[in-house]
């Protein structure tokens, strides 16, 4: 079924459930509380999203592409391959400095439905093994030996999600320079 709703009215219904999944959980948050937020009706809502599964789907869809974003727009601002390495780590203390920070909106997902949800999982899944083809694109350019690139990849992507989660518990930007300093000597130790 295609939807014939106006595609900047399904956006701001994305956006809408956006926040209110980030802030509070997928789970406590009804199609009821969506509808009134987005202000429209149950009706344009569901001709839309026909269920909340296919809305759960668009929200992550369009949190991967405002990570890319952020990620790829620190990353391009910067010059040599290390400091492009390190500019993920730069973003990461900025969004956590965000006062809406709740950690990372794919491992929340997955924590409440991927257990329940193989598409939510699956979600998480593609949008991690994403970050991680990205990171080894930027090891690529500054290991020569391909093996050792793909592992310095697993262990700099690892800090930064591993950050993402200390974060969103302590409350404090402080996980975002424990990473870039640990990935700092992960790099000088792989293009030595």
């Not at 030996?145 to 200390?166: F, H, M, P, S």
Request: proline letters at 2%.
């Amino acid at each position: 079924m295609v939807s014939r709703v106006d595609p900047a009215v399904r956006d701001h219904i994305v956006e809408v459930a956006d926040e209110l999944f980030y802030a509070r959980g997928i789970q406590t948050v009804g199609m009821d509380e969506i509808r009134t937020g987005a202000g429209v009706s149950l009706k344009k809502l569901y001709a839309a999203f026909p269920g909340k599964d296919r809305l759960v789907a668009a929200v992550l869809g369009s949190r991967h592409d405002l990570w890319e974003r952020g990620v790829h727009g620190a990353v391009d601002a910067a010059t040599t391959p290390r400091d492009k390495l390190l500019a993920v780590y730069d973003f990461l203390e900025s969004w956590f400095g965000d006062d809406t920070f709740r950690g990372c909106g794919f491992i929340n997902a997955f924590g409440e439905l991927g257990a329940t949800s193989d598409a939510v999982a699956e979600i998480a899944r593609e949008h991690k093994a994403s970050f991680q083809r990205y990171v080894a694109s930027l090891t690529s350019g500054l290991v020569e030996d391909a093996g050792r690139a793909e592992v310095l990849a697993a262990q700099l992507a690892l800090l930064a999600e591993g950050a993402q989660t200390t974060a969103a518990i302590a409350g404090t930007t402080e996980p975002a320079a424990h990473a870039r300093a640990a990935a700092e000597t992960l790099i000088d130790a792989a293009t030595r």
